[in-house]
């Protein structure tokens, strides 16, 4: 009796079991397969753009002139005086403002408030050139006077430079009565400078080598003055391919040059849909701040290129640190006091682009995630197949 209970119990395919499980971990695998290759990576942008403008300021001068008694050649003593910014009323933030218009009176004590810019792109870059360059005082210097022997230095190269640039031009926008010409000044013996304080005594500040030579020499560097900020795509060879097994295009490894003030670029890519960028070992970049150390590849879907001719257009886009001038006139008394300048830091762009020109090949083989998905569908389908094949005679042992 039990034996034949034993015999009509419901006996259990495995293979059924089996079918099953294979169809379900199809399934499962199709699912969270196609969940995986749909992910992307979000990736935001941002861009700062601050500009300054220059503040107003009172002119102030100190109670003394700097002189360069008995010069022989030519005659006269170079008298200059020295003038401070005193910025936004702050009594104690003294910074060394230079005169560009040396036969016209500045208007002291007074507000001075911005008239306009000098930078790389009008005819006074070597203004630049002067206010930045390094000017290191003598070493025969009076200790504690290191700053009024720079600022003479400065001051009248930067007079000088006006002299020589627009000779007898009474209109252009720093026109200047400064005497004294380049070969004038190579010719001169300066060998002392005097503070000489209104009503008072001269104080000899200086007293050693000629500084005739250092005076002309940034002169003729002013004049000579071309700096230029540059960027550019660094190869000459390039490549745009895609191997087999992989769902994408890739070019090779791309790099920049740049002149030593750059700060960072960026990377805009065009002629293809979706590229982005990555660095040599396969990490998604940024198209923004990038060092400019740091080299990159062009990455394009595969599903977005037909079989046709292409031309992947690379710019890229370099902000540089460069420095420039502001000049400022009295607030009140502009047109008849002499307008004087001073410099500051601001940034500039310059770009460069790389076409590449490549050929897209018919999308004909599969990928991994197209693999898994034909696998799993063949999995599903032979599951069902198993599981029809075995319910079958089932049915027939029921009837």
């Excluded at 419901?10 to 059924?16: E, H, Y």
């Excluded at 005819?123 to 022997?149: C, H, K, M, Q, W």
């Excluded at 009248?156 to 200047?176: C, M, S, V």
């Amino acid at each position: 009796m039990e034996e034949n209970q034993r015999n009509n119990r419901p006996k259990v395919d495995f293979t059924v079991v089996l079918s099953f499980t294979v169809a379900l971990f199809a399934i499962f695998s199709l699912a969270f397969f196609g969940i995986v290759s749909n992910q992307g990576t979000g990736v935001s942008y941002a861009a700062d753009d601050t500009v300054t403008s220059g503040q107003p300021f009172t002119l102030k001068s100190e109670e003394y002139v700097i002189s360069a008694p008995g010069t022989d050649s030519p005659a006269g003593n170079y008298e200059t005086e020295i003038f401070y910014g005193i910025v936004d009323g702050e009594t104690n933030h003294r910074k060394p403002i230079f005169c560009v218009q040396n036969s016209v009176q500045p208007a002291i004590d007074e507000e001075y408030v911005m008239d306009g810019t000098i930078d790389m792109d009008n005819d006074y870059r070597g203004l630049i050139y002067l206010l930045e360059a390094p000017v290191s005082a003598p070493t025969d210097t009076v200790t504690g006077e290191e700053e009024n022997v720079r600022t003479w230095i400065r001051q009248n190269a930067i007079w000088g430079y006006l002299k020589e640039l627009h000779t007898g031009d009474q209109y252009e926008r720093f026109h200047d009565g400064y005497r004294y010409t380049l070969a004038q000044i190579s010719a001169a013996s300066i060998t002392q400078l005097n503070k000489v304080p209104t009503g008072g005594t001269a104080e000899p500040i200086y007293s050693g080598e000629n500084l005739a030579p250092t005076v002309a020499s940034l002169i003729t560097n002013a004049l000579n003055y071309s700096k230029t900020s540059k960027i550019a795509i660094a190869n000459n060879k390039y490549t745009i391919e895609r191997k087999e097994g992989e769902d994408f295009y890739k070019s090779n490894l791309l790099s920049i040059t740049a002149t030593d003030d750059l700060l960072s670029y960026s990377v805009s890519l065009s002629g293809v849909d979706d590229a982005y960028i990555v660095d040599k070992d396969g990490k998604k970049l940024n198209l923004t701040g990038l060092t400019p150390d740091k080299q990159f590849m062009v990455v394009i879907p595969a599903e977005k290129i037909e079989e046709k001719n292409y031309t992947l257009n690379v710019t890229v886009t370099g902000t540089f640190e460069v420095s420039a001038g502001r000049y400022y006139m009295a607030k009140v008394n502009g047109a008849t006091s002499q307008k004087v300048i001073s410099v500051f830091d601001t940034t500039m762009t310059d770009d460069a682009s790389l076409p590449i020109p490549f050929v897209g090949c018919p999308d004909t083989g599969m990928n991994v995630t197209q693999t898994i998905y034909f696998v799993g569908l063949i999995v599903l389908l032979c599951g069902v197949g198993i599981i029809y094949a075995n319910a079958k005679p089932i049915e027939k042992k029921q009837q």
